[in-house]
């Protein structure tokens, strides 16, 4: 959901509420990141705030212990 560069954040957020309607919010994948992990660190507020509505869980740490607030921290997204 976060690796396609041409999607708007609109079009994102529309496309992780799809995923999310038949998937899993917390599911990790290989390197043990769930999808807000992954949508904090790229800074993708709108799915961020998609992840949370569907019920993904915000204090759930990395294998390293990163949440991923502190990976929108560590890469400079104050607005997540």
């Given at each position: 959901?976060?690796?396609e560069?041409?999607?708007t954040?609109?079009?994102?957020?529309?496309?992780a509420?799809?995923?999310?309607?038949?998937?899993?919010?917390?599911?990790?994948?290989?390197?043990?990141?769930?999808?807000?992990h992954?949508?904090a660190?790229?800074?993708?507020?709108?799915?961020?705030?998609?992840?949370?509505?569907?019920?993904?869980?915000?204090?759930r740490?990395?294998?390293?212990g990163?949440?991923?607030?502190?990976?929108?921290?560590?890469?400079?997204h104050?607005?997540i």
């Open positions: 959901l976060t690796h560069p041409q999607r954040g609109t079009d994102l957020a529309e496309a509420q799809t995923y999310l309607a038949a998937h899993d919010p917390d599911k990790r994948d290989f390197s043990g990141d769930t999808l807000l992954k949508a660190y790229q800074g993708a507020a709108k799915v961020v705030g998609v992840l949370l509505a569907a019920g993904a869980e915000p204090d740490a990395c294998p390293f990163l949440t991923p607030l502190l990976y929108a921290a560590e890469y400079g104050a607005d």
